[in-house]
């Protein structure tokens, strides 16, 4: 049996989902899935070239009583990560590059998708990350959502 902190983000999400819709009674949430697209002339998955994606899009977002809502859903084991300071995370990219010029995956990431929920909030909306359905429901509650 696979322990919480070894699960994969997928049954998370599923989780999540059920739950916003279940308790919220919300017909619009959307798991957000942008990897690109399959190419059959080049046989392989190519990442879409379109302007106006953007990197570190939140895994779920929804619309509740005009509240725009994302979420972005970490495994528990790598919420520490995931949350540090902006300057660490920026810090620590540097660093790869410096071990690796192609290196950094995991820390451009992490600012991509932290860059992400604070423009989210910027413009009025609720944004966050969250390991489990029960701490969506205590992040939403803060909000006076009624779970």
């Known amino acids: 049996m696979t322990r919480l902190t ?3 983000e997928d049954p ?4 999540i989902l059920q739950r916003v819709n279940f308790k919220l009674r919300i ?8 990897k690109g697209y399959y190419s059959k002339a ?3 998955y190519l990442k879409n070239k379109n302007p106006y994606i953007r990197t570190g899009i939140s ?4 619309l509740y009583k005009w509240q725009f809502v994302c979420i972005e859903v970490k495994r528990p084991s790598e919420m520490k990560h995931f949350m540090k300071p902006m300057a660490e995370l920026r810090l620590g990219l540097a660093k790869a590059i410096m071990l690796n010029p192609k290196g950094g995956e ?5 600012i991509d998708q932290q860059i992400f929920l604070r423009d989210i909030r910027e413009g009025g909306g609720i944004a966050f990350f969250a ?14 959502f009624k779970f």
């Open 6 to 8: 070894e699960a994969k």
């Open 12 to 15: 998370i999400e599923l989780s």
């Open 27 to 34: 017909k619009a949430v959307w798991k957000n899935d942008i």
């Open 42 to 44: 080049a046989g392989k």
């Open 59 to 62: 895994d779920i977002s929804f």
């Open 106 to 110: 995991r820390w451009k990431h992490a």
């Open 131 to 144: 390991c489990s359905a029960d701490m969506v429901k205590d992040k939403l509650m803060l909000q006076w």
